[in-house]
């Protein structure tokens, strides 16, 4: 099935975006070249039949892989027969050390349990709610890049400022200890030192055998668990007194399995808040640093988003408004998705179509290849985001764009992530048009457990609308209801 998109005016009129990415592989390559590639960029590594065939399998260095590009089989891993599938060891061995046993790195009843607890606190109403304290980050940044007006702003490290600073009004709204800076370079410091696939995971070699990579990962690993410590120990008084504000923090604490009426352990708490901060935070900041890439490439695109944006007024914005910056917002998820790949490790043997899946291989679904595939996208490399939007979405196969995942380990932070996106985006357009330099590093995506932008961005700023100097609004406490 092919997701067609509609283009207001004739394709040979219109110029699409097509943000360079390496090339796809013709020949396969060596075990040691293969690895080397690995390890540098993993997503170097695809090659042509992976973008063009919905199931490719062989044996390579990591054993057997079944790489999985068909939407019904996509339905058929992550929903119907997803029992027979667990998350792989190579991903545990990695994440697990320095995110704990939380929701991305818990099985079976664990997880089950802690999914079920934290359902409530991510349903929409509650997301919904939390809509001030993204508008009160948004507006406090678009202030900041309007005084930046003429100079040269570090685009990526933006991104990362302000979505660090909703994490700090929706979860833990008393702030953080220290400076919220040195929490955002932890971050990427720790997914820089275990992104890289070390040959020793590939192997299976056993985990008492160090690994390079989360040696160096190790240091912030810790100033996360002791950030955290300190703030749910804070916490945990103010709701014995009954002074606690109601953020997702308090929200965590008392939380309630609907089955068991069992909460959360301390540990469990703590896993999940790390998570939360390090792959919450570091998806959404590196999703609005390719969508404002990509306008600052595309006129066509970036004129719509101001007319939007411009249209809906001063003041807070809504994400039911901003339809045009939900497509954008989509799109660039589509071309570079948070999550570049989804890995299972099958339990029992079990078959894909015509392909057979050994007890213990590894299936791979991956968001990069998936979104980019020849037979499911039209221009599967250009960037329009009209394709997101009315009947065009519509004829989008669920299970061919997946930039949170599918079945029952779908992100849980899905909606908060898009409606915070969609609400910074609207900020930084009504505040300020980037240019992209001419001198501007090649905009290589870097898998590094996300897809970041290897050499980040720096675009030149241009201030626009009205948007206020000083006067900075009031802290709003994050609220847990419509």
Same mark, same amino acid.
């Given at each position: ?88 060891? &190579? $991903? /545990? +061995?990695? =994440? #697990? @050390? ?10 079976? *009843? !664990?997880?089950? &349990? $802690? /999914? +079920?607890? =934290? #359902? @409530? ?10 809509? *001030? !304290? ?6 406090? =940044? #678009? ?12 685009? !990526? ?6 979505? =660090? ?318």
């Amino acid at each position: 099935m092919t997701a067609t998109i509609a283009i207001d005016t004739p394709a040979s009129a219109v110029a699409r975006f097509r943000p360079p990415v390496p090339a796809p592989r013709r020949t396969a390559m060596g075990l040691f070249a293969f690895l080397k590639a690995a390890r540098q960029n993993p997503i170097t590594t695809w090659m042509e039949d992976h973008f063009t065939a919905p199931v490719v399998a062989g044996d390579g260095a990591m054993g057997r892989i079944t790489v999985v590009s068909d939407p019904a089989l996509i339905r058929y891993l992550l929903v119907e027969n997803v029992g027979n599938y667990r998350k792989d060891d &190579l $991903q /545990r +061995r990695v =994440l #697990a @050390p320095g995110l704990g046993n939380g929701l991305l790195s818990a099985e079976g *009843d !664990a997880w089950k &349990l $802690q /999914r +079920r607890t =934290l #359902a @409530p606190i991510f349903s929409a109403r509650t997301v919904q709610g939390f809509s *001030d !304290a993204m508008n009160a980050s948004g507006a406090k =940044l #678009a202030r900041r890049l309007a005084r930046r007006d003429g100079t040269r702003v570090d685009v !990526a490290l933006e991104m990362t400022r302000v979505t =660090l600073d909703v994490l700090e009004r929706t979860i833990f709204t008393q702030g953080l200890p220290g400076d919220p800076d040195a929490l955002g370079r932890a971050i990427t410091r720790f997914l820089e030192a275990v992104g890289p696939i070390d040959p020793l995971d590939v192997f299976g070699v056993p985990d008492f055998v160090p690994r390079l990579g989360r040696l160096r990962a190790r240091p912030a690993g810790r100033y996360f668990a002791e950030v955290v410590e300190a703030l749910i120990a804070r916490r945990k008084a103010q709701v014995a007194a009954g002074g606690a504000p109601q953020d997702l923090m308090t929200l965590l604490l008392a939380a309630q399995d609907p089955e068991t009426g069992k909460g959360l352990t301390d540990l469990e708490v703590q896993a999940n808040i790390i998570t939360f901060i390090a792959a919450g935070h570091e998806t959404t900041a590196n999703a609005l640093t390719w969508a404002l890439y990509c306008l600052a490439k595309d006129d066509a695109a970036r004129e719509r988003l101001e007319a939007e944006v411009d249209a809906a007024g001063e003041g807070d914005f809504a994400l039911d408004t901003l339809p045009f910056a939900k497509a954008v917002m989509e799109e660039a998820m589509r071309l570079f998705p948070p999550v570049p790949f989804l890995s299972r490790q099958a339990i029992r043997d079990d078959r894909l179509g015509r392909i057979k899946v050994p007890r213990g291989s590894m299936v791979l679904v991956a968001p990069y290849v998936l979104h980019r595939h020849r037979t499911l996208w039209d221009d599967p490399d250009a960037f329009v985001p009209e394709r997101f939007l009315g009947a065009n979405r519509d004829a989008i196969p669920r299970f061919a764009y997946l930039p949170f995942g599918a079945g029952p380990r779908v992100c849980i932070g899905q909606s908060f992530s898009v409606q915070e996106a969609v609400i910074v985006l609207a900020h930084v357009v009504r505040a300020v048009r980037f240019r992209m330099p001419d001198d501007h590093p090649p905009m290589t995506p870097l898998h590094r457990v996300t897809l970041r932008p290897e050499h980040g961005l720096r675009m030149d700023a241009t201030r626009r609308g009205q948007t206020p100097l000083s006067a900075a609004r009031p802290r709003p406490s994050a609220r847990a209801g419509g």
